[in-house]
Nanobody
Framework: QVQLVESGGGFVQAGKSLRLSCAAS????????MGWYRQAPGNRRGLVAT???????NYADSVKDRFTISRDNAKKTVYLQMNSLKPEDTAVYYC?????????WGQGTQVTVSS
């Protein structure tokens, strides 16, 4: 069973940075797509950024130019560098991975940005 373990969330002031990490285990296959989604209270879970094993990226418009996704395929790990954080970035951030034809989710990590 594939497991995704996230780390790096926390509480920061607006304008600061955080880096999230997510490592996949329980599979010999490198995930095709890995990425991050987020969910704020009262909102639906939405895309933050994804990256394929070939390096193709997809970002939400709200985070372009501030967030950068990267991954280490050998380590089955994806990262999200978040710069210039805003209070509206406050949410639970979920790691996502697609392995073969299945979707997997992490348990979520809280990111809180104060104004």
């Amino acid at each position: 069973q594939v497991q995704l373990v996230e780390s790096g969330g926390g509480f920061v002031q607006a304008g600061k940075s955080l880096r999230l990490s997510c490592a996949a285990s329980g599979t010999v296959f490198s995930p095709d797509t890995m990425g991050w989604y987020r969910q704020a209270p009262g909102n639906r879970r939405g895309l933050v950024a994804t990256m394929t094993s070939g390096g193709t990226t997809n970002y939400a418009d709200s985070v372009k130019d501030r967030f950068t996704i990267s991954r280490d395929n050998a380590k089955k790990t994806v990262y999200l560098q978040m710069n210039s954080l805003k209070p509206e970035d406050t949410a639970v951030y979920y790691c996502y991975a697609k392995v073969l034809w299945n979707d997997y989710w992490g348990q979520g990590t809280q990111v809180t940005v104060s104004s």
